[in-house]
């Protein structure tokens, strides 16, 4: 059974870097047709996917706060590393990490979905 | 960027009604669309991707359809576990975007 657990601080200030780490079991995200994704959501809002790392270590992430992230993998570790710099109020939420899943569509795009969800972190930013 | 609509952003119903709500794609993806439910202070779970795959273990009254840019998530015979947030998301895209959402609340 895949499980995901996030970490991290809960109260960051202003101007600093976060550092969530995600790690999971029951999957190598060296397989084809994997990755894991961050997604974010704010109190009372929506979700918002930040990153995503595959296994090919493709990496992929959101237009508006690119320049802020960076998402790593260690495979041997079965982890994940989202780092976000100069961090912000806006930047309070509830950080999810999720299993990306990979199916074969038979067309050149293979069906992705997120089936499996960490419990999440929550960080608070403020001075 | 690929910006998904959802509407209504919240409706109230109650328990043996059909409820549908609706997503709506900036641009075309194809059946690149899946949908998750959301239950206070839980993570989301995956209900149905590929616009109308239902995900192992998720009741049946729970469907998807739609193509290109209009999609609809329905919900037969509502259930007072059914009570929740419902968000579409693209998969299209190099990287995946969610609707805003819809809060189903008891009439």
């Known amino acids: 059974q895949i499980t995901l657990k996030e970490s991290g601080p809960t109260l960051v200030k202003p101007t600093q870097t976060l550092t969530l780490t995600c790690i999971f079991s029951?999957?190598?995200?060296?397989?084809?047709?994997?990755?894991v994704g961050w997604v974010r959501q704010p109190p009372g809002k929506a979700l918002e996917c930040l990153a995503v790392i595959y296994w090919d270590d493709d990496k992929r992430y959101s237009p508006s706060l690119k320049s802020r992230l960076t998402i790593t993998k260690d495979t041997s570790k079965n982890q994940v590393v989202l780092t976000m710099t100069n961090v912000n109020p806006v930047d309070t939420a509830t950080y999810y990490c999720t299993h990306f899943q990979g199916q074969v569509s038979g067309t050149l795009l293979d069906y992705y979905y997120m089936d499996v969800w960490g419990k999440g972190t929550t960080v608070s930013v403020s001075s | 960027d690929i910006q998904m609509t959802q509407s209504p952003s919240s409706l109230s119903a109650s328990v043996g009604d059909r409820v549908t709500i609706t997503c709506r794609a900036s641009?075309?993806?194809?059946?690149?669309l899946n949908w998750y439910q959301q239950k206070p202070g839980q993570a989301p779970i995956l209900l149905i991707y590929a616009a109308s795959r239902l995900e192992s273990g998720v009741p049946s009254r729970f469907s998807g359809s739609g193509f290109g840019t209009d999609f609809t998530l329905t919900i037969r015979n509502l259930q007072p576990e059914d009570f929740a947030s419902y968000f579409c998301?693209?998969?299209?895209?190099?990287?995946?975007?969610f609707g805003g959402g819809t809060k189903v609340e008891i009439k």
């Open positions: 641009q075309s993806v194809l059946n690149y």
């Open positions: 998301q693209q998969s299209y895209s190099s990287l995946v975007s």
């Open positions: 029951d999957f190598a995200l060296s397989s084809s047709r994997r990755g």
